[in-house]
């Protein structure tokens, strides 16, 4: 984007870099939000078939885009997702992840000369504690402080669409 030479170059790349934002965030937001509504409602006995698991998946993911209600293939998703069934619970990790790398971004871009070193001494680190305590010591985010992640991606993915709505002239 930067050093992009034009502005329909810095819209493309703008636009790339939002579409990946807000699917790390959004969609893995909405597949952890399903998943998770999922193993309660078979835990507490209201989910029980196929057509509770539809209606479930419908509901879900209409929260995020209304319109999904009137595709008839969202009510199937819940049967496609394949790590609901080889990877249950790993669908929150690509949230973590999508949050945690915008988070990364954001810092980075703040203040690179003290985030940098930061970041590489937690890559060299190795796992010799929680992922938790690595990130609170060695790059000083919070992963508790789940409302403050979501604040900040969202901040970048905001002042990013503020962006390429100028460069586009809207």
Known sequence: ????????????????????????????????????????????????TAADFNALTTKVFARYDPSSVNDPSTKLYWARNRLFFTDPLYDVNYLYAGLLALEYFTRFEADSKSFSPRFVALLKNGFNDSPAALERGLVGINLSDEKTLVANATSLIDARTKLLAALSGS
């Open 1 to 48: 984007y930067k050093n992009a030479g034009t502005s329909a170059e810095r819209a493309y790349y703008l636009n790339y870099f939002l579409h990946d934002a807000t699917f790390q965030v959004f969609g893995s937001a909405e597949e952890t939000e399903l998943e998770s509504a999922i193993y309660r409602g078979v835990n507490d006995g209201t989910i029980k």
